[in-house]
């Protein structure tokens, strides 16, 4: 007669408990990339910034009204520059997580997928229509930390149905957005820490707690 040990039994049936309603495939190596990848980009953005304007412009508007050089220019070369930026990211996203999701038997679209991009989805697209018309009105200032804030909503929202570091990385996120509202004239640094060095953190945290020991079994 065989004895099963209860520990271990409870164990299983948490693990499929937590796979029906969390998708748990989420790879810790994209959020890396993507923290890599946002340097880059707010160090471009950076370099376009102080190349287009003078020293001692507001924060706000960058010195420029909605309409006038070099304000029309600087805007789409921001624009074009953080789209590429979310491409690599989602790219990234994408293969990593379809690496793991391959590795743990987890379908990449499965009920709690579907889940995870509702929630996740509504803030973002809620987010990136209103730096949209922070664009639109001359006051690309505001949109590091909208972008920050929204981002953050987003990830808090989606958290439940994920892994736990992904909840934490929204809260920070958010903390920082809201704290550079009131500290413009940092405000790309603020993004740059939140996209940036928080991915890496996160996403190096969340390969070594959930990853790391799976990949070397």
Known sequence: MTH??????????RGLMERSTRFLSLSGLSGVLAGVVALGGATLARHHITEALAVGTDT??????RGQAPADDLRWTLMVDACLVLLAALLGAFWFTWRRSRRTG??????SARRLMVNLMVPLVAGGVFCLALFYYGLPGLVAPATLVFYGLALFNAGKYTLDEVRWLGLSELLLGLLALFWLEAALLFWAFGFGVLHIFYGGLMYLRHERGATQA
Do not use: K, N, V
């Open 60 to 65: 706000l508007t960058y010195g420029t009204l």
């Open 4 to 13: 099963t040990d209860p520990a271990h039994e409870l164990a299983q049936i």
């Open 106 to 111: 987890q379908h990449l679209w499965d009920a």
